[in-house]
T-cell receptor
Framework: EDQVTQSPEALRLQEGESSSLNCSYT??????LFWYRQDPGKGPEFLFT???AGEEKEKERLKATLTKKESFLHITAPKPEDSATYLC???????????FGAGTILRVKS | IAGITQAPTSQILAAGRRMTLRCTQD?????MYWYRQDLGLGLRLIHY???????GKGEVPDGYSVSRANTDDFPLTLASAVPSQTSVYFC????????????FGPGTRLTVL
C-alpha cells in the first residue's frame, strides 16, 4: 500500500533560518510527488510536482528535490509569511488518488 | 479565473438529514475529486470522477454518493448524515488523471450533530 510520512510534525524557525522538510514515501510505480501549502481554514495550494529521482524545482524561497525514497522541501531564509502547513502527496500506479502525508506545520518568527 | 468554488462554506446539520455539497470548476478539467480532511488522518479520497459521466470509489466512500452529469459540476451527497461525517470537505480537479496536478477548492466545514 502506498504510504507517505512527513517529518518533522512541526518546525519553528527564526526569520532567515534555513531548513528542510522531509517526505518519505513508498509507492508502487510513482506517477508524481506533489507538494502543497495549506493555510488555516483554506484549501491546499499547489507548489510543486516532481516526477523522477534527481528532479528539482524552485519557487522563490522554496526548492523541492526528489530521490527514489524521499523528497525534501528546502526553505531558504524563510519569512513569517512562509508559516503554513506543508503537505506532501504521491500518486502511484495502482490508482489515480493522491496519498497524503499528515503534513509539517511550519512557524517562522520574526 | 475562479478555479474551484464550493458551497456552502460551512454547515451545521442534524444527524439523519440529507445534505449535498456543491463543487464547480471553470478550468474545463476532466477529472474531479472529493476529499475529507480530519485532524491526525490527513486528506483522504472519498470519490472521484475521471471524466464526465463516470465516477469511482476512493478510500472512504461509505455514506457518500456523487454524480458527474457535466464537466464542471461534481456534487457530493450525504444521504443520511452521521456525526462521524463531521469534517472539512475539499473538492479538487485535474486536467488529466495520471501524474496531473490536482487543484483544490476552499473547502466546506461540515458539523453533524
Amino acid at each position: 500500500e502506498d504510504q507517505v510520512t512527513q517529518s518533522p510534525e512541526a518546525l519553528r524557525l527564526q526569520e532567515g533560518e534555513s531548513s528542510s522538510l522531509n517526505c518519505s514515501y513508498t509507492v508502487s510505480g510513482l506517477r508524481g510527488l506533489f507538494w502543497y501549502r495549506q493555510d488555516p481554514g483554506k484549501g491546499p495550494e499547489f507548489l510543486f510536482t516532481l516526477y523522477s529521482a534527481g528532479e528539482e524545482k524552485e519557487k522563490e524561497r522554496l526548492k523541492a528535490t526528489l530521490t527514489k525514497k524521499e523528497s525534501f522541501l528546502h526553505i531558504t531564509a524563510p519569512k513569517p509569511e512562509d508559516s503554513a502547513t506543508y503537505l506532501c502527496a504521491v500518486q502511484g500506479g495502482r490508482g489515480n488518488k493522491l496519498v497524503f502525508g499528515a503534513g509539517t506545520i511550519l512557524r517562522v518568527k520574526s | 479565473i475562479a478555479g474551484i468554488t464550493q458551497a456552502p462554506t460551512s454547515q451545521i446539520l442534524a444527524a439523519g438529514r440529507r445534505m449535498t455539497l456543491r463543487c464547480t470548476q471553470d478550468m474545463r478539467h476532466n477529472a474531479m475529486y472529493w476529499y475529507r480532511q480530519d485532524l491526525g488522518l490527513g486528506l483522504r479520497l472519498i470519490h472521484y470522477s475521471n471524466t464526465a459521466g463516470t465516477t469511482g470509489k476512493g478510500e472512504v466512500p461509505d455514506g457518500y454518493s456523487v454524480s458527474r452529469a457535466n464537466t464542471d459540476d461534481f456534487p457530493l451527497t450525504l444521504a443520511s448524515a452521521v456525526p462521524s461525517q463531521t469534517s472539512v470537505y475539499f473538492c479538487a480537479s485535474s486536467e488529466g488523471v495520471w501524474g496531473h496536478t490536482q487543484y483544490f477548492g476552499p473547502g466546506t466545514r461540515l458539523t453533524v450533530l
